[in-house]
């Protein structure tokens, strides 16, 4: 996937302007990346699986948010046909809920849907709730349960359907 950087937001108010981003992940993004990702899940995915997300394969889509260049947050998922999977999604603690996970999210779930997919699932842990309610706001439906998923806890797992007409 050719992928070029996208400005989302620009602002300025009487400071120097912030500019907001949403680009392709690279090699260069991945200490950021996984800084996130550590600070993030009590199971971080290790820098071998970021860096296998990296590989140009069109079914894989990682993404970065950045914010003055410096990444606040990423998106990662893969297309199987007509289906799209989240693999992972994360912000900056310091910036969570500013509205960039929504960002990211909207912004991969255009893109996919663009590229043809009709569906898109992800699982979460069942106790993130605040995981859970972000993807209620883009229409993904729990349809089943993972058991022991994670180390410690199971998944839930959420379907949306991408052509609105027949959301489930």
Not at 38 to 45: I, K, L
Not at 66 to 93: C, K
Request: net charge negative; charged share 30%; with cysteine.
């Amino acid at each position: 996937m050719r992928f070029t950087s996208v400005p989302l937001m620009r602002w300025s108010s009487g400071m120097p302007e912030i500019r907001v981003e949403l680009e392709r992940m690279t090699e260069g993004h991945l200490s950021e990346v996984l800084a996130i990702e550590q600070a993030s899940f009590s199971d971080p995915w290790s820098e071998v699986m970021f860096r296998q997300e990296l590989e140009d394969d069109p079914g894989k889509h990682p993404v970065v948010l950045t914010m003055d260049s410096q990444v606040i947050g990423y998106g990662l998922g893969w297309i199987v046909l007509d289906e799209f999977h989240l693999g992972n999604l994360a912000v900056r603690p310091d910036l969570k809920g500013r509205g960039y996970g929504s960002l990211i999210l909207e912004r991969m779930l255009k893109l996919v849907k663009s590229k043809g997919c009709r569906t898109a699932s992800l699982e979460v842990r069942a106790s993130n709730h605040t995981a859970i309610n972000l993807y209620h706001k883009y229409n993904f439906k729990e349809i089943a349960v993972r058991k022991k998923y994670y180390q410690d806890e199971d998944a839930l797992v959420l379907l949306a359907r991408l052509d609105e007409e027949k959301a489930c």
